[in-house]
C-alpha cells in the first residue's frame, strides 16, 4: 500500500471485482421504502420478498427455551439439526439424505457464496434469476452465464437449452442454479421437466445447486427436488427464511451427496476462517423446525392457501388491465411484463423497467424491482413484485375453520396489496 504524497493517508485501492459493487437491489429497496414511510410517505412495500407470515409457535418456544445457549457450535452444524434436516429432506422427498451431508451456516446467501469461493466452475442462471447470484460470482472474478427465458415458456430452463449451452464447451466445469419455486416469477418445474434437465446435467457432468428454498411454500403442497433424479450432482439449498417466516434468524441448510463430500470439506473450513459456526440458540430452535408436526403442518397450509388465492386474484387484476402476468405455482412473487402497454408508457416517457418502478414509486406508493436486477435486458418492461405487505399472523387467524377466500377476505385481510395491486392497474390506465 503506498501513500498519499498530499495528506500521508493511504492510498487504498478497492478490489476491481468490488470496485463499482452496488449494495442488493432487494436491501436497497426495502431501505428505500422504510426511508420515504418515515418522511411520511404511504408506500407499499412490494419490493423486498419477506415471509409475511410469523414464526411458527413450537419454532418460537424452541427459541425461547433455548435463548440460554451461548458455545460456539461445531462449524458444520448442530448435530441434532443437522440430523432433522436430513430427515426432513427424506421424509418430504424421499431422497437419500444424512446428517454428515448436511452443512449449516449463517442464511443460504452466504453458504451459496462459500459455494463459489470453493468451486471452481462457471456459474449459469437462468434469466430471469435472484438478484445475489451474478453479483457473488462477480466478487469472486468467477465468469456468469446467462440462460434466457421467456413467458411462453413460463420463464423457465429447458432440458435441450441447457444441452446446446453445454455443447459449445463440453469439457468445462460449471454450476447451474436452479431456483424453483421461482424468485422472481413464482412458476415452478415438473417431474418430468426436472428429470430431463437431470439427465443432461449428468451427462455433461454439471454440478446442481437446486435452491429449494420455496419448496415447502408450492401452493398445492406438490414440490417435487431434482436430486430425486440426479442424487449424485445435487446441492439442495434450504433454509427458514421463506417457509419459515424467519428470514431475520439467518439460518441456511445445504444437503450434499456422497460423492461431493470434498466440496462440503472445503466449504467447511472456509467457514472455520470467516464466521465460525451459526447463532446457537437459532439452531437448537430450527430442530423444531425441521422436525415438523400437526402445528407447522397445519401453519404451512394455511399459509399456502393465502398465498394462493392472493397471487391469483393479483394476476386476473392485472391482466384486466393489459399487464402480461403468469399464474404463481409457489412462493409470493408475480414477475409482469407491460410490453403490452409499451406505446402508452412511451407517451409518458418511460422506456425500460428502471424508469417503470421509480415511476411506479413516486405515482402510486408501489415499491418494486425492474427486470433488469434479475437479469433480463434494460429496455424490457418487466418488474417483479413480493405481494407480502400484510399482517401473516392476522391472515392465517382469518382463513382458520376452511374459510373462503374471496376478495372479500383478501380485502379485509390483506389490504395493502389489494390496494397496491389496484393503484398499479389504475396508473396503466
Known sequence: ?????????????????????????????????DELRRAGREIFKLGLGQSPFPVPHPVVRALQSHAHEKDY???????????????????????????????????SKELMFLLQLAHYGDLVIPSPSWVSYAPQAHILGRQVHWLTTNAKGRWKVGADQLDAFCCEDPDRPRILILNYPSNPTGATYTADELRGIAQVARRHKVLLLSDEIYGATHHAGRHVSVARFYPEGTIVSSGLSKWCGAGGWRLGTFLFPRRLDWLQDAMAAVATETYTSTSAPIQHAAVSAFTGGPEIEAYLAG???????????SVAKMREAGIAVQEPEGGFYL???????????????????????????????????????????????????????????????????????????????CGRV????????????
Request: hydrophobic share 40%; proline share 5%.
Open 1 to 33: 500500500m503506498r501513500l498519499s504524497s498530499e495528506s500521508g493517508a493511504p492510498d487504498v485501492h478497492l478490489n476491481l471485482n468490488v470496485r463499482g459493487l452496488k449494495p442488493s437491489a432487494t436491501v436497497a429497496i426495502n431501505e428505500r421504502s
Open 418 to 429: 389489494v390496494t397496491a395491486i389496484e393503484r398499479i392497474c389504475d396508473w396503466v390506465r
Open 303 to 313: 399459509s399456502r392457501r393465502v398465498l394462493a388465492a392472493l397471487g391469483n386474484w
Open 73 to 107: 457450535l461445531p462449524a458444520r452444524g448442530l448435530r441434532s439439526l443437522r440430523e432433522a434436516v436430513a430427515g426432513y429432506h427424506r421424509r418430504e422427498q424421499g431422497i437419500e439424505a444424512e446428517a454428515d451431508g448436511v452443512l449449516i451456516g449463517p442464511g
Open 335 to 413: 414477475f409482469p411484463d407491460f410490453t403490452p402497454l409499451e406505446d402508452r408508457l412511451r407517451g409518458r416517457g418511460i422506456q425500460g423497467s428502471r424508469p417503470l418502478c421509480e415511476r411506479l414509486l413516486q405515482e402510486t406508493g408501489v415499491a418494486t424491482l425492474p427486470g433488469v436486477d434479475f437479469g433480463r435486458p434494460r429496455q424490457e418492461l418487466t418488474l417483479r413484485l413480493a405481494y407480502v405487505d400484510f399482517d401473516g399472523g392476522a391472515a392465517l387467524a382469518g382463513a382458520e375453520g376452511g374459510a373462503a377466500l374471496d376478495e372479500r377476505w383478501l380485502r379485509a385481510h
